[in-house]
């Protein structure tokens, strides 16, 4: 069993950015694809990033394109999601998922383990 936890949300102005951190524990998460997801209020969660267990292949939603980069700390155990030039289309919970099939899909259904999010808010 995976464990999740993400950290690094908060209140951000238009413009700026924050670095959002998801912990593994219970097992190595070094062979999973791990992904970002967000839901926004009153919709669905949406795919934002996703890479590889190694860490060599990435894909990105086309709104965080060229904004948002995930990377990972394997010997760590844990994953990242660099945002900048966030805008309040941003605004959403944050979760982290693992992907033991390690498929980076944009899709929830394909991952196994989930975090409980993280808030992050970004003012006009």
């Known amino acids: 069993q995976v464990q999740l936890v993400e950290s690094g949300g908060g209140l951000v102005q238009a413009g700026g950015s924050l670095r959002l951190s998801c912990a593994a524990s219970g097992r190595t998460v070094s062979r999973y694809a791990m992904g970002w997801f967000r839901q926004a209020p009153g919709k669905e969660r949406e795919f934002v990033a996703t890479?590889?267990?190694?860490?060599?292949?990435?894909r990105y939603a086309d709104s965080v394109k060229g904004r948002f980069t995930i990377s990972r700390d394997n010997a760590k155990n844990t994953v990242y999601l660099q945002m900048n030039s966030v805008n309040p289309d941003d605004t959403a919970v944050y979760y982290c998922?693992?992907?033991?099939?390690?498929?980076?899909?944009?899709?929830?259904?394909?991952?196994?383990?989930w975090g409980q999010g993280t808030q992050v808010t970004v003012s006009s």
């Open positions: 890479m590889s267990g190694s860490g060599g292949l990435t």
């Open positions: 998922a693992a992907d033991r099939a390690n498929f980076i899909s944009t899709f929830i259904g394909d991952y196994d383990y």
